[in-house]
């Protein structure tokens, strides 16, 4: 999955760690053993053993098959509701259903401190373990951990490098390629969204469940009413590609009253030949500042301005309106704003096209009209007056109005 601005991993970095390590489950037979670490995993030593694998909820027999002193993995890894049936010289020695209550379960996350991804799929942790009774592990890059701990304080939060022992089940929490496959997720993630593949995932309710970061110290230290934007994405076509678009933008805001703050971490950042500086009238909140500094500046602002990137989920998640300026993904693939920004007369939505992968190494991918006068056109025809319409929008509803304070009040 594409990361976003927040990364601070070096490129090395694997994605996410998979774990293939002993069976925890162990039996009154020696060398018979399973567990749910990667998948349904059942070892059987020598003899004339036959097992099966079942998936409960759609009474379907996804395995079954004569073995010796051998481990039997299903191919699937994400949530099935197993049952599995050991058999030796064709009688039944054992039966077992997928029960997770009050027991130990892991969700691997990515190693990488990706921030978008991570919060979209916090909340569903906490879904699944009152759901299933059980005790839930999360891997997660400790800059992250830090900022959710206080809002999820049921979660165990450990770092990519642990595992904590007698783990009974491990599911891997995260958006892989090539999207075909059907390995770790039951479901393309490019028509599902960000957040509700986490949740086919994990078994549960394929709905929007907002995530939930705190601030740290309720005190504001900026006098003045303020917006914060963010401007900087890790490719090309997230930006909002209108050379004039932030520059009025910006404008609008200041004459509206506002002091108009740009938390992205890199003052500029690009690759090759094409770079991006934060937009001209921005006060500048750049640099590697801790998330929760970050979420203690969204906390007192009125609203926020972004892309289709970490820290718009970041805006989302301390509840904060958020203007969402995307064209390359479709609304279905972050979560729902009311004031999300899209220009449907151009080419748009690469990003959820099935017949196409992203790219991520490639800073400038635009599969359909890269190399030509059409790149990037779906954010360079989003106007200034499309996102200043959205604003005057999200003021009404919220009534929020710098100059005319008293009547709000």
């Known amino acids: 999955m594409p990361s976003d601005e927040q990364q601070t991993d070096s490129p090395q970095t694997p994605y996410m760690l998979f774990y293939d390590g002993p069976l925890t489950c162990k039996t009154d037979i020696k060398g018979l053993e399973f567990d749910f670490n990667h998948g349904a995993r059942i070892k059987v030593p020598e003899g004339n053993w036959r097992v099966k694998i079942i998936d409960q909820d759609s009474c379907l027999t996804l395995y079954d098959a004569s073995t010796s002193n051998a481990v039997v993995v299903s191919s699937?890894?994400?949530?099935?509701?197993?049952?599995l049936e050991i058999y030796r010289d064709n009688e039944l020695i054992l039966t077992h259903d997928f029960t997770p209550r009050h027991k130990k379960i892991l969700l691997q996350y990515p190693c990488r401190s990706i921030l978008g991804d991570t919060i979209a799929s916090m909340p569903y942790a906490q879904v699944f373990k009152y759901r299933h009774d059980c005790e839930v592990y999360l891997t997660v890059h400790p800059e992250l951990a830090a900022i959710c701990k206080a809002t999820y304080p049921e979660i165990h939060f450990i770092t990519p490098d642990e595992r904590p022992p007698d783990i009974y089940a491990t599911y891997y929490i995260g958006f892989f390629f090539?999207?075909?496959?059907?390995?770790?997720?039951?479901?393309?993630?490019?028509?599902?969204?960000?957040?509700?593949t986490i949740a086919f995932i994990l078994g549960l309710k394929p709905e929007a469940v907002r995530a939930n970061v705190a601030p740290s110290n309720l005190t504001r230290t900026i006098k003045e009413p303020y917006v914060c934007i963010a401007a900087q994405a890790t490719s090309q076509a997230k930006y909002w590609n209108n050379p004039l678009g932030w520059l009025e933008t910006i404008e609008y805001l200041k004459n509206k009253g506002y002091r108009v703050l740009c938390m992205d971490k890199d003052r500029c950042h690009g690759s090759g030949n094409n770079w991006n500086t934060i937009p001209f009238g921005a006060e500048d909140f750049t640099g590697p500042l801790p998330l929760q500094d970050r979420i203690d500046l969204l906390f007192h602002a009125d609203f926020f301005i972004g892309l289709s990137s970490g820290l718009a989920w970041l805006?989302?998640?301390?509840?904060?309106?958020?203007?969402?300026?995307?064209?390359?993904?479709?609304?279905?693939?972050?979560?729902?704003?009311?004031?999300r920004v899209i220009n449907y007369h151009v080419c748009n939505g690469c990003f959820t096209d099935t017949s196409l992968e992203f790219n991520n190494w490639n800073f400038v991918w635009c599969p359909r009209h890269q190399g030509?006068?059409?790149?990037?056109?779906?954010?360079?025809?989003?106007?200034?007056?499309?996102?200043?319409?959205t604003i005057d929008k999200l003021m009404t509803d919220y009534c929020v109005n710098p100059l005319h304070k008293e009547e709000v009040l």
């Open 76 to 83: 699937k890894k994400y949530y099935i509701n197993f049952r």
């Open 178 to 196: 090539p999207c075909s496959e059907r390995i770790y997720h039951p479901v393309d993630w490019r028509i599902t969204g960000l957040q509700k």
């Open 315 to 339: 805006a989302w998640a301390a509840g904060k309106p958020v203007v969402l300026i995307s064209g390359f993904s479709l609304p279905v693939t972050e979560f729902y704003t009311p004031y």
């Open 372 to 389: 030509t006068d059409r790149q990037f056109e779906c954010t360079r025809f989003i106007t200034a007056g499309h996102v200043q319409k």
